[in-house]
């Protein structure tokens, strides 16, 4: 497959443990972001999104938390699998409609 | 529903020539984002097409050039390609012609990995 990100922060994670990737973002002006998972070889996959009325958003064995105070966004896979290995993004979105992209995370589970 | 589906999937150029990228969105969508994807720069957004109209722009040089046609299949063009091109282009829909949101959210296809040498 194709090696997205060969430069970017990488955490490794034991499978069954819960893992927590860190995002911060860039314009205090930003009312929605999401998170999108990359696997090799494939395009970005939507896993969860919040708008900036709320600071929580829980969905299956995922959590997205939005601190608009210090722009910081975090996503928090619970037991980890194997098949959460990927390159994680974060996004941002202004008044232009145009979503900016972290430079991304690389999470390796290890069996 | 079939997905985004990009066309090719790998190509390989040299530098001087052009190279035309194409996309299908999903059914019923009618926009479709492109956006280069390099480990240095990661995800740059390139440009945003709407019932045939450019919609949005990023910052790249012309010679990064799309259109969309009638059936919201979109192509994307590079003249004059350069090392510095290399890179995974990826097409990405939505719906229609509402901002991104829970309901209206990006969909990306596996991208047309360009290799300029």
């Known amino acids: 497959g194709e090696s997205v990100g060969l430069h970017l922060p990488t955490l490794s994670v034991q499978e069954g443990d819960n893992s927590i990737i860190n995002c911060a973002y860039s314009?205090?002006?930003?009312?929605?972001f999401i998170w999108y998972k990359q696997e090799s070889g494939k395009g970005p996959q939507f896993i969860i999104d919040?708008?900036?009325?709320?600071d929580k958003r829980q969905g299956q064995r995922v959590t997205v938390l939005l601190n608009k105070t210090v722009k910081h966004l975090s996503l928090q896979i619970a037991a980890t699998q194997p098949g959460d290995s990927a390159v994680y993004f974060c996004?941002?979105?202004?008044?232009?409609?145009?979503?900016?992209f972290g430079k991304g995370n690389q999470v390796v589970v290890i069996p | 529903k079939a997905g985004v589906t990009q066309t090719p999937r790998y190509l390989i150029k040299t530098r001087g020539q052009q190279v035309t990228l194409s996309c299908s969105p999903i059914?019923?969508?009618?926009?479709v984002s492109w956006y280069q994807q390099t480990p240095g720069q990661g995800l740059q957004f390139l440009f945003e097409?709407?019932?045939?109209?450019?919609?949005n722009k990023g910052n790249f040089p012309g010679r990064f050039s799309g259109r969309q046609f009638s059936n919201s299949r979109s192509e994307m063009n590079v003249s004059t390609l350069e090392l510095g091109d290399s890179a995974l282009y990826l097409c990405?829909?939505?719906?229609?012609?509402?901002?991104?949101?829970?309901?209206?959210?990006?969909?990306f296809g596996a991208g047309s990995r360009l290799t300029v040498l």
């Open positions: 996004a941002e979105m202004g008044g232009n409609n145009r979503l900016a």
């Open positions: 314009n205090s002006a930003s009312d929605y």
């Open positions: 990405a829909s939505i719906p229609g012609g509402q901002g991104l949101s829970g309901a209206n959210v990006l969909t």
């Open positions: 097409y709407f019932s045939e109209t450019q919609r």
């Open positions: 059914s019923g969508h009618r926009s």
């Open positions: 919040i708008r900036s009325n709320m």
